[in-house]
């Protein structure tokens, strides 16, 4: 795996953060642009909060793991302080997105923008400690917490009572924000919300006769036979996976680790294209036509968590088909979502490989999934 350790670094360093700090940053406004064409001008100039939120919380770490970059401090400030000034409604919720200048645009319905602001707030807490980061940070997870059993709140479109269904992807952010906010949250509160996560994650939307994990169960905990019960996101699934390894190396639970282990090898088996290579963005369990019309998309943020987990996996246990499968997944994203003539990564692509959109950040792609990945897989080979 040596051979693959300096490929990530180089990437990251050399390529992927220069492109983020030359051509992201808004020095009128504050805060970043993350709506960048392949070369990186930028062609819209609405702020998306939890993307601007992973980019604090990005630039933070380098920052804290990396190296002491003045630079990079600099522009962890530059989203935190747009953050704190424009970000939130009255009640303390993260709107979805803002204006150039801060002026809000979308409603808060979108929870995940208040659980990517505390990770933000949280991790630039560490390098460089202000208690009013930390005491916003903390109360803005007791605001998620509170808001758990219905996410959306006034904005649920969801008829009440018919057919009532809970989200994997609340349990699973958490179950990363949770180890993310360790410092500020305490041992004693880590321990109590891991094991409830854990519970959720393994015990709940993990399905033991087919091995895979659904995007939606009813309040119950049972399988619905419905276009959103039968909805399976392999690229979900293995990042959580990749969350559960992490808490089992925090708690030395073997078992989870094992468990987790063959789940994210089971999901990867099962979304591979074994026609085309790469993995589905979404597949219906039962083999039946899915809900999603993007359901045979190439996505970047899938494929790098994937290999996340993969070097997390082999490096944990020597895992030999993890190896297998990280090469193979590597291979495919490399020559298909790196950009061979401009910095950063293409993030769209249709089923045959072909990209889609040659953007490299808008709505959804920001300053995340690529650098995180490429950070995550290099500190995790650095370590072998």
């Not at 919380?57 to 953050?83: H, I, Q, R, T």
């Not at 009013?132 to 959306?152: G, Q, S, V, W």
């Not at 519970?199 to 939606?216: A, C, H, P, R, T």
């Not at 619905?224 to 979900?236: C, K, N, Q, T, Y």
Request: net charge negative.
């Amino acid at each position: 795996m040596k051979q693959y350790l300096d490929i990530y670094k180089q990437e990251l360093l050399d390529g992927v953060i220069p492109f983020w700090m030359e051509k992201s940053k808004d020095k009128i406004h504050g805060g970043y642009f993350t709506c960048l064409d392949q070369r990186g001008e930028v062609y819209d100039t609405d702020k998306f909060v939890w993307l601007q939120a992973r980019q604090v919380w990005m630039f933070s770490v380098l920052y804290d793991k990396v190296e002491k970059n003045p630079d990079w401090l600099e522009m962890a400030g530059l989203g935190l302080d747009f953050l704190k000034k424009n970000g939130r409604d009255k009640d303390g919720n993260f709107y979805f997105s803002l204006d150039q200048k801060g002026k809000p645009l979308v409603q808060p319905y979108n929870i995940f923008s208040d659980c990517f602001a505390a990770m933000a707030f949280a991790a630039y807490y560490k390098i460089d400690p202000r208690e009013e980061d930390a005491d916003l940070a903390l109360k803005t997870f007791d605001n998620i917490l509170r808001r758990r059993d219905n996410p959306k709140g006034r904005y649920n479109k969801t008829y009440p009572g018919t057919r009532n269904l809970k989200s994997f992807a609340l349990p699973m952010i958490l179950s990363n924000l949770t180890l993310e906010m360790e410092h500020l949250l305490g041992d004693q509160r880590v321990d109590e919300m891991a094991s409830r996560v854990i519970g959720e994650v393994m015990g709940v939307f993990y399905q033991k006769d087919s091995g895979l994990i659904l995007e939606n169960v009813t309040e119950d905990g049972s399988f619905s036979d419905s276009f959103e019960g039968r909805l399976s996101s392999p690229g979900h699934a293995i990042e959580a996976m990749w969350f559960m390894l992490d808490l089992s190396l925090r708690f030395g639970d073997e078992d989870l680790r094992d468990k987790a282990i063959a789940c994210g090898l089971r999901t990867l088996e099962f979304g591979w294209d074994e026609t085309y290579g790469g993995i589905y963005y979404f597949l219906d369990c039962k083999g039946h036509p899915p809900e999603k019309l993007e359901w045979n998309q190439k996505l970047w943020w899938v494929h790098l968590e994937t290999l996340v987990f993969l070097a997390k996996a082999y490096g944990m246990t020597g895992n030999i088909q993890c190896l297998n499968w990280f090469e193979k997944v590597h291979d495919y994203t490399w020559h298909h979502f790196k950009d061979p003539d401009f910095p950063e990564w293409f993030g769209y692509l249709d089923r045959y490989g072909k990209v889609q959109l040659p953007l490299k950040g808008g709505k959804w792609k920001g300053c995340f999934h690529v650098p995180r990945g490429l950070f995550q897989v290099w500190q995790t080979l650095e370590k072998l």
